[in-house]
């Protein structure tokens, strides 16, 4: 089992990697949680297909579960939701002395933790995440929020899980383009952190070999979060440069509604748009864009957007939670595994979001 710990002034927790970990996560909740009670926050599709066995598992050492099930999907995380998570809470009786439980991909990690961070003031919560965008990075870090129309993520907290437990094996139930969604945030670690990574994915053969070394690629994307969140836990200063590709990404997801591109394919394409743009003013390697492009492409992402209004676009850019006043602050990079911030005015932002 590989594992990590995040040491943070007020908070400390562990991550958990391990093939086949769900079928004992039971006892490892066990050793933190002496309470009987868990409300489990997961999706339609996860329920259908792991909703049984993590019963099993939990009633087998006499938690009382309630499921509160949402539908799959990023128009999920609303407020009209939150509310249905709520009254299933309520229906539960939760108290604050009670667990919640995650068990999903990245909305439901996020609403669900939002969830947990409100209720009652606040109700502890682990994460069991299951996809590979969850398992390296929504679930890592205390970022929890839910979505306004007119933006991603702008109503949010910082609420740590008391543990992160995951399964690699769960991935083998996903659909290839979920899983290749996580894999557009793997190479999002590669570009501003780890070259090394960059180049093992370029160097992948196939799916199989891949997913043969997944515990190490998790356990590498979890330890570079881990750096930036220990070192920027309120996302003020360094933790931004994780948003690397997110800022046009969101944008993006926003303006098709959240149904044409996944998260991951949208930040795919905010990566590539982001980095051909600097690299034409001069701020970013000649022929880092092409690289990017070629690895998306390996992985059957998209690297542009279908026709969109760019005016929108920057719009929605200069709503971004990153903009301090008049400016936005920009997640670049040099080169592979170089990256840097750079703060612009607003009226900047349309040199960045031009198409190939």
């Known amino acids: 089992m590989k594992s ?3 040491n943070l002034p007020d908070e400390n927790y562990n991550i958990f990697i391990e093939k086949g970990l769900l079928d004992k996560v039971g006892y490892k909740i066990k050793e933190i949680y002496k309470g009987e009670k868990i409300a489990i926050v997961t999706d339609d599709n996860v329920y259908r297909i792991y909703g049984d066995k993590i019963k099993n598992i939990l009633e087998k050492i006499n938690f009382k579960i309630k499921f509160v099930v949402i539908e799959n999907g990023e128009k999920s995380k609303s407020i009209t939701v939150l509310q249905d998570i709520y009254n299933g809470f309520l229906d539960f009786n939760l108290t604050r002395s009670d667990l919640i ?4 991909g990245g909305v439901v990690g996020d609403i669900g933790g939002f969830a947990a961070a409100t209720f009652l003031r606040g109700v502890p919560f682990i994460q069991i995440p299951t996809t590979l965008l969850s398992q390296i990075d929504s679930s890592v870090g205390g ?12 109503i949010g907290n910082f609420y740590h899980p008391k543990a992160v437990f995951i ?8 659909d290839k383009r979920v899983f290749n969604d996580g894999l557009g945030e793997c190479i999002k670690y590669g570009c501003i952190k780890d070259e090394k990574l960059f180049s093992k994915l370029e160097g992948y053969k196939s799916y199989e070999e891949l997913y043969n070394d997944i515990e190490y690629i998790i356990h590498r994307c979890c330890s570079i979060k881990k750096e930036f969140v220990e070192d920027d836990e309120k996302d003020t200063g360094k933790r931004m440069i994780l948003n690397f590709g997110h800022t046009i990404g969101h944008a993006i997801e926003r303006y ?3 149904s044409l591109y996944t998260h991951g394919e949208a930040v795919a394409i905010g990566m590539y748009m982001m980095t051909n743009s600097s690299e034409k003013i001069g701020e970013t390697n000649t022929g880092t864009a092409e690289k990017i492009k070629k690895l998306l492409i390996k992985y ?3 690297y542009a957007s279908k026709k969109v209004d760019i005016d929108k676009i920057v719009e929605t850019v200069s709503l971004d939670k990153k903009r301090k006043g008049n400016n936005i602050n920009l997640i670049l990079i040099k080169s592979i595994g170089e990256s840097f911030i750079k703060k612009i005015k607003k009226e900047e932002a349309s040199k960045y979001v031009i198409k190939d």
């Not at 399964?167 to 996903?174: A, E, G, I, R, S």
């Open 101 to 104: 439980i995650t068990f999903g």
């Open 143 to 154: 970022k929890v929020a839910v979505n306004l129309k007119r933006g991603k993520n702008l």
């Open 300 to 302: 059957n992402l998209p």
């Open 167 to 174: 399964d690699p094996k769960v991935l083998k139930t996903l």
């Open 4 to 6: 990590l710990s995040i």
């Open 256 to 258: 098709f509604n959240y």
